[in-house]
Nanobody, 115 residues
Framework: QVQLVESGGGLVPTGGSLRLSCNAT????????MAWYRQTPGNERELVAS???????HYADYVKGRANISRDDARRIVYLQMDNLKPDDTAVYYC?????????WGQGTQVTVSL
């Protein structure tokens, strides 16, 4: 069973940075797609960034140039580094796994960007 645990959220000022971490209980290299999503109240969960295979990455337009997704295969951790944060980035951020072990979501970590 896949379990994901996010950490690293918190309160940051506009223009600040955060690094979110997602610890997985299964291997995440090569055959898995790891992604970060975010959700605000009343809205659907939306993709922020993903990493797949040998390290191919994809970013939503609204974070391009401000975010970097990376993966530590040995430690089974996926990171999301976000810089130049804006109040619109305030949301609960979720880690997602899709791969040979199925699909799973983490419990989410709150990111709040103050004015």
């Amino acid at each position: 069973q896949v379990q994901l645990v996010e950490s690293g959220g918190g309160l940051v000022p506009t223009g600040g940075s955060l690094r979110l971490s997602c610890n997985a209980t299964v291997p995440i290299a090569s055959l898995a797609t790891m992604a970060w999503y975010r959700q605000t109240p009343g809205n659907e969960r939306e993709l922020v960034a993903s990493i797949i295979g040998v390290g191919t990455t994809h970013y939503a337009d609204y974070v391009k140039g401000r975010a970097n997704i990376s993966r530590d295969d040995a430690r089974r951790i996926v990171y999301l580094q976000m810089d130049n944060l804006k109040p619109d980035d305030t949301a609960v951020y979720y880690c997602n796994y899709r791969g040979v072990y199925g699909s799973a979501w983490g419990q989410g970590t709150q990111v709040t960007v103050s004015l």
